[in-house]
C-alpha cells in the first residue's frame, strides 16, 4: 500500500513552459485534492475532485487544469508556467469530505520556475 | 482576517521542555479540528485529532475551546524528534465541509 505518490520530485520550469504533476493514489479514496505551500504559509486548495469524473475549483485556480478519468489518478498541469506559480504542489486524498474525515498527503512536487 | 491563525514561531526549547501552541478560528460553523505535523521538506500528516472533551496521545494533549473559539496543542518532555512545523486544521461545514489549514508553528527542540 504506497499510498498517495506524486511525480516528478522537482522540475524546473522556463516562464511559459507547460508540464503535468501526476498524482495516484492506491487507497480507492473518492476525495482527491492539489494543493501548493507558498513558504511560511498555509497550504492553499487548487482544485479537488469527489469522484471520477467529476472536479471543482479550490481557492487558487488560475493557470491550473485537472481531469480525473479514474478512481487512483488526478492530474494537474500547468499550462503557461509563471514565476508566481513556483511553489511546492501537494496531492492528497480522503475517503469522503465528512466531518471527521483527514486527509493523506503525497510527498509533494518542488516546482521552480525561471 | 484568516479563517485560522497560528503563531508563526520559531519556539525554541531545550529537550525535556513543556510546550503549547494555541491556533484560532474565525468560522462558527467549524465542525472539527485536528493538529497536523509537517517535518521539514515533507508532507503534513495528521497527528490527532482534537474534541471539545480534550484528548491526549503520549506525550501530546489537545483541547477545544469553542466558546473562544481556540484550540491548542500541548507537547510534554520535548524530543529533539518533536522539531518541526504544526499546522491546525479545521473542517468547516459549507454546504458540503471544507478544509482550512493554519499556517503551522515551528517549533526546534535543541540539546
Known amino acids: 500500500n504506497a499510498g498517495v505518490t506524486q511525480t516528478p520530485k522537482f522540475r524546473i520550469l522556463k516562464i511559459g513552459q507547460s508540464m503535468t504533476l501526476q498524482c495516484t493514489q492506491d487507497?480507492?479514496?473518492?476525495?482527491m485534492y492539489w494543493y501548493r505551500q507558498d513558504p511560511g504559509m498555509g497550504l492553499k486548495l487548487i482544485y479537488y475532485?469527489?469522484?471520477?469524473?467529476?472536479?471543482d475549483k479550490g481557492e487558487v485556480p488560475n493557470g491550473y487544469n485537472v481531469s480525473r478519468s479514474t478512481t487512483e489518478d488526478f492530474p494537474l498541469r500547468l499550462e503557461l508556467a509563471a514565476p508566481s506559480q513556483t511553489s511546492v504542489y501537494f496531492c492528497?486524498?480522503?475517503?469522503?469530505?465528512?466531518?471527521?474525515?483527514?486527509?493523506?498527503f503525497g510527498p509533494g512536487t518542488r516546482l521552480l520556475v525561471l | 482576517r484568516k479563517e485560522v491563525e497560528q503563531d508563526p514561531g520559531p519556539f525554541n526549547v531545550p529537550e525535556g521542555a513543556t510546550v503549547a501552541f494555541n491556533c484560532t478560528y474565525s468560522?462558527?460553523?467549524?465542525?472539527?479540528f485536528f493538529w497536523y505535523r509537517q517535518d521539514c521538506r515533507k508532507e503534513p500528516k495528521l497527528l490527532m485529532s482534537?474534541?471539545?472533551s480534550g484528548n491526549e496521545d503520549g506525550r501530546f494533549t489537545a483541547q477545544l475551546n469553542r466558546a473562544s473559539q481556540y484550540i491548542s496543542l500541548l507537547i510534554r518532555d520535548s524530543k529533539l524528534s518533536d522539531s518541526a512545523t504544526y499546522l491546525c486544521?479545521?473542517?468547516?461545514?459549507?454546504?458540503?465541509?471544507?478544509?482550512?489549514f493554519g499556517a503551522g508553528t515551528r517549533l526546534f527542540v535543541k540539546a
Open positions: 492528497a486524498s480522503s475517503y469522503s469530505l465528512g466531518r471527521e474525515e483527514t486527509q493523506y
Open positions: 487507497m480507492n479514496h473518492n476525495y
Open positions: 486544521v479545521v473542517n468547516v461545514k459549507t454546504g458540503g465541509f471544507k478544509t482550512i
Open positions: 482534537v474534541y471539545s
Open positions: 475532485s469527489v469522484g471520477a469524473g467529476i472536479t
Open positions: 468560522n462558527s460553523a467549524s465542525q472539527s
